[in-house]
Every structure is written in C-alpha cells, then in structure tokens.
C-alpha cells in the first residue's frame, strides 16, 4: 500500500472521531413523556407484545433490519489470523457498506473464540438480536463447520459472506466474462490458487453453473491438491483433488482458460500466465494485494481479461456488489435462510445489470469513465444504485418460489419501486410528480441536447414516458454520443433534433424572437445570431411558437443569463410580478422547500407574499400540503427593524391572498420546526406541526440556508424550480446530474397542465 493511502487511512479512521460508525437514535427523546414511552414504563407494552407474538419483534424493534456481522479474526482479508480486535476495522467497514449500500443496520461483533464449537454456541444465542447472520473472515475449514452448525440451530439466515458472497460476484464475472471471450462454461479448465472459504465456495457455485468438476484443479500453499495427497489436506479440499501430476500452480496453469486466485498476494508468477490458453480470465482477488498486479498480468498476456478484488482496477470482483442486496432482499421477505435458488438468481442479477446501460451516477463515482459491458466491465460497480433494485426483488421472488419467505411480497413492482426511492430519496418527493407527467407525454426542449448528461436523462425521460424530448444540438454529435454512451434513443422516433445551424424554420424562429425583444435594444441581424448561436434563444422560441410544451436549460452558462432570455421571451404568467425560485431539500427527517435560492436577491413584503404563494402553489405539486414560515431574526415582533417589518407585512399581505393557507411569522427558524415552542411564545399560531416552506427574506439567507442543510442535513436537492414563468421552463445548474434533470423535465412537463 503506498504510504501516503496508508496515512489517510488512519487519519480516515481517526478523525474526527475514532472509527465509522455511531448508534443514533430514531426517536425523541426530549421530555418526560417521551422518557416514559421510551423506557419504564411505557416500552413494556412493546414486551408485552412480543411476549404474545414474537413475529412483531420487527414491528417494535430494529430487529427486522438488523443484521450481525461477526468474526473470530481467523482470516481477516489476506492479512491471516490477525484476531478479533484488529478484525474490527473490517467489520465496522462492513456494517457501512450494509448501510449506505442497502439501508441495513448493522451491528458488528468480534468474538475472541477460535474453537468453532464454542464459537457456535456464542452466535447461536444471540440470535434474539437479529434478522439475520453475515459470518466474516473466518478461515476454513473452520468456516464451513461454523455455518452448517448455525445453519441447522437458526431460524434466521445465516451467511458466511466469504465463501457465497464472492462465489456469487464471481460467478457473475466469470458468466460474462466467458461471454465476452465467447467460450463455453461447460468447456472450460480453470486453476485456482488457494483452497480456502472463498476458493471453494466459488468452486461449488461454478459446478452448479455448469462447470465439469474434472475441468477444475485447486492449488493452495503446498501445491496442487491432488488424489492420495496428504499433507494441509481437510475433507473440504479433497472433494476437488484431482488424479494428476502435475504439482505446482506453473504446471496447473498449462492451458488453463480461468485462473481464480483466492489466496496471497503476489503467489502468480507473470511468466506462468504465457501457459495458459488464448484469452484467459485472470481472477486475482486477493485482497488488499492480488495474486498479481494487473498491470505485470497484461504485459505479460495482453489478451487476458483481469479483475481485482480492488476499487482502483477495473472488475472489481468483490462480495461487496452481492452481501448488502442479497440480505435485503432475504430480510424484506423474512426469509429463513439463504439457499441456493436465491444465491442463483443473485448471480444472475448481478451478470444482467453488467450488460445493462450505465447509470449516470455510476460514471460520476468512476470519474466520468464510460463503463460499457466488455473486457474492462464485466460486472456493475458497488457505486451502481441500481444494484439494490435488480438484486434484492431477484433474492426475495426466489425466496418466495422455494419456500423459504415467511412475509411473501405480494407485489415485486411496488416492492422494486419502494427500494428504489431508498435509493434514490428524491423519488420519493417526486413520485406524484413522475405520476402526473406520465398521464399526459408532453414535448419538452432541451437547449443543451447534445450534452452527455442531457441525453442520458432524455433517454430516461422517454424510457419512463413522462416527456417527448426535442434536443437542440448537432446531430452528427448526439448520434455520436448517443452511441458512445450506449444509448437506445432514435433521433426522429422517440426523440426530435433539431440543429441550430440547419434549422427549417429559422425565419420564423428569427421573426418570433424579434418580435418578443424588440423594443429591448436588439436589432434585426442580432436576432438572427442569437436564435443561431444562444440555444437558450431558441428553446425559447421554441416554447413561445408551441412547437415545444416547456423547456430546460443551464447545463452550460450562468443562470442569470438564461433567466433574461427566459424573461424576454417567454415572459410571466398573467398576474404575476416577478419570477421566483425554490429549491427542495429531502432529507431523512423529511423534504423542505426554501425561497427564494436564486432570483429575487432582496424581495419587497409584496414580493415575498407572491414568492409565497407560487412556492405554496408548487408544494402541492409535490402532493404536500403546504405549512409556510416566514423566517427572521426577529420573533412574533421581537425587533423592529426594516427586514423584520418586511417580513410581517407580507403575512399580512399574503394573508388576503391566500386566507386559507397555513403561514405564520415572522419567526426564529427553530420555532418553524418546534410546535411547543412556538405555541409557547405565540399561542395564537396559525401554523400548525412543522413547517415545509420557508420564505426567506432575501436571497442570502435562502441560497445559504439551503446549502447548509443540503451538507450539513445531508441533503438530496431538487432545483431550482423557476416559478412565474407563461410557460414552463427549469434553468438548472451546471452541475446538474442526469437525476436532477429527469426530475426538473418530469416538474415542467406537469406544469404544463397549469401553466408555468
Ligand atoms: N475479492 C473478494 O471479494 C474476496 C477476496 N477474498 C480474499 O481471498 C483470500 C482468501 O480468503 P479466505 O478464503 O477467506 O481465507 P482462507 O484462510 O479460508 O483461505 C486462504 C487460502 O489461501 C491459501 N494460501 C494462503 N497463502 C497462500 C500462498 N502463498 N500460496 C498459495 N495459497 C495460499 C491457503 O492455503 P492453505 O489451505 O494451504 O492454508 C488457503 O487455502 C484473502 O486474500 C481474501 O482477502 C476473500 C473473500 C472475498
Ligand atoms: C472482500 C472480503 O471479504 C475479503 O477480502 O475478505
Ligand atoms: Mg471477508
């Protein structure tokens, strides 16, 4: 490991505070009250409960979502017998990786036992606990008696994620990794350095995929593992002992199509690689350091495909792509073990999303790099959100079909949309909306259509039918990289170009434009270059003839730029004085929506009752309620200065305007959220629980305000939302995600239904 990767790790485990993890508690906790439903007396009624039905442990406990992962430090990566106490660092990385990959809580034990007898015994009883068992790191034999013994005392699944969780990633690499060298399973010869829980799991999942047994030869530290040997030999190992002569991993290799290392790092010679056959697959997944480095392995046999166990390689073949889906999938339908069919469908799942297109977010995490199913992408990237939508649907529908699902999950669509908003937390404040846009596909104009991102979400938006996209570019550049990115999007079929320098209806753009700005300086030849070069302009236009129902641009350029030819050409709804904006925060304690982030820099008491009531307009959208704060560093009329009166003008404005919307202020932020508090301090409160939509008294506070909680609140944002506009438009930020503009094109297209 380089030095300087070896002192960010300490530093990353160091600081700020020791290690990865922390309990946090998921209920108040701030008064008496709560003390008594938290604890004596009120938590025996939840023991009352489980007394009567142990099922509903789940409903009162974390128990249903929380997984052991345990270890007696016996063979800790390829560090070897380091023991349970230097183990925790890996299981505490386990148990974030469950988390952030898959929303399973995680509580890791090291257990200072290395006899598998009283081990057992420990585990066994704390099955209480838990939903479920991932045995980490314990060398085999051990390993194997370990889990059969749990296996037969639990009722809970029970994993040791060593030897099914690699078997798993490495099945699906090795499927489409044949796949790629167009060679048969059921043909092929492969060696594999170490004879381990990893090496020998991998190996009875590659039989049940079709692999002959006598096409295998296992190597470990005394050689090759054949008939009649006798020395480091368990019954585990001998059931792949082979009749040869062969002795070393060398003469194992000679013509060999796969080698699986799961062994020690550095063990494979590179000039051994020249015996193997054309084409070899090259698995060197030991970690941290493989068998060989990949860039020795290509010198050598640049034909060979390579995987790593390895973040900064490509085919990262790790248990990490499989342990966080497969234990949600069997928790989700209570599941009583993991068997076979579901590791199966696992494997499967995992090999399909490889050949699936890229998702934008992956690329981002991989450097913008363009991942497409081949030699350097034969599996998805952990970073890949929709592993946890392929995987855990797949374990839990195999669960069910063989029997072992105690809650079977009637409807998998719902099941595979609700691990989708885990996922991805805007979806959850944007499904109505995606609902909405749905119903009716409107046309919507991309002014930046030939820019990757663009295009991605463009094929989004015609996948999931909430909007017919027209993209303004060049077509030769979007053909190109709608196959580069390996798109499935058909310029006239599903989607419209138009290009701006070969544009039919150019005199018409020109005239409309013209007509729109003339009295605002521009003369006639200048309309003409602009409609030809700003593609602001001409979405614009475009909105403005009709030939497109709403618009998005601001992928390149500052948003105050395309906000003016927003204003010049598009123009604002009737009985509208000023265009506004809001940005959505979701966050898990819920979504709020802040105004204004980005136009009004220091809005009147008229201006922030309109804000208001756009801003409360929208929220509905979301299909939320709106509950509006106006914020201030004054309270209920604590101060008496300028921002202070603005901001109780405009309830009193805002107030005539909208009698029946819950808004209340001027108020401190913290009484917004505190409903005791504010009662407290002004009984006659007509904003009732928490507020969702702050109004903010100028743009400093609400652009600040919204990116703090965006970082610090650990925020997903949705925005800016343009609001006011004759027609819709979203003018998003340079660094707008493929997410973030599908979801401003599934707003504008809804929009289009009630105006801008
Ligand atoms: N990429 C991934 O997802 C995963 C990678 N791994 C890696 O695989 C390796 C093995 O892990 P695991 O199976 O759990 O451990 P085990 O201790 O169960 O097995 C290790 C095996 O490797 C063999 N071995 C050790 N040193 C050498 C050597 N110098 N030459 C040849 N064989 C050797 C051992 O031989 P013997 O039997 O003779 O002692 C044993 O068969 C580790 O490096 C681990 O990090 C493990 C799980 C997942
Ligand atoms: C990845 C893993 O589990 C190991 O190397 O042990
Ligand atoms: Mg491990």
Redesign the pocket.
Known sequence: MPDDLYQCSLDYHRLPKPGKLEIRATKPLANQRDLALAYSPGVAAACREIVKDPGTARDYTLRGNLVAVITNG??V??L?PIGALAAKPVMEGKAVLFKQFADIDVFDIEIDERDPERFVETVARLEPSFGAINLE?I??PD?FIIEQALKERLGIPVLHD?QH??AI?VGAAVLNGLRVVGKDIAKVRLVT???????LACLNLLVELGMARDQITV????GVVYEGRSE?MDGY?ARFARATDQRT?AEALDGADIFLG????G?LAPEWLERMAPRPLVLA????VPEIMPDLAKAARPDAIIAT?RTDFPNQ????LCFPFIFRGALDCGATEINGAMKIACVRAIAELAQAETSDIVRSAYGGQNLRFGPDYLIPKPFDPRLMEYLAPAVARAAMESGVATRPIPDLSAYRQSLQNRIFRTGLTMKPVFDLARERVRRVVFAEGDKHRVLEAAQQAVMQGIARPILIGRPRVIDERISELGLKLRPGIDVDVLDPSDNPRFDEHCATFFGSVKRRGYTPAEARQMVRGEATVLAATLLRTGEADAMICGIVGRYLRHLRHVEEIIGKAPGVKRLTSMNAVVMHTGTLFIADTYVQEDPSAEDLAEIARLCAQQVRRFGIEPKVALLSHSNFGSHDTPSAAKMREALYLLRGLEPELEVEGEMHANLAFEEALRLARFPDSRLTGRANLLIMPNQDAANIAFNLLQVLGEGTVIGPILLGPAKPVHIVTPSAGVRALLNMTALAAVQVRDGG
Do not use: M
């Open positions: 016996t063979a990566l390829g070897g790191d060398k085999a390993c060593d969780g690699t990633v350095a170490g004879a381990g829980a990893a090496a190597t470990d530290i005394a480091e190992k991993l799961l062994s020690a790092g063990v997944l030991a970690n941290p166990g073949v790790n248990n990490v």
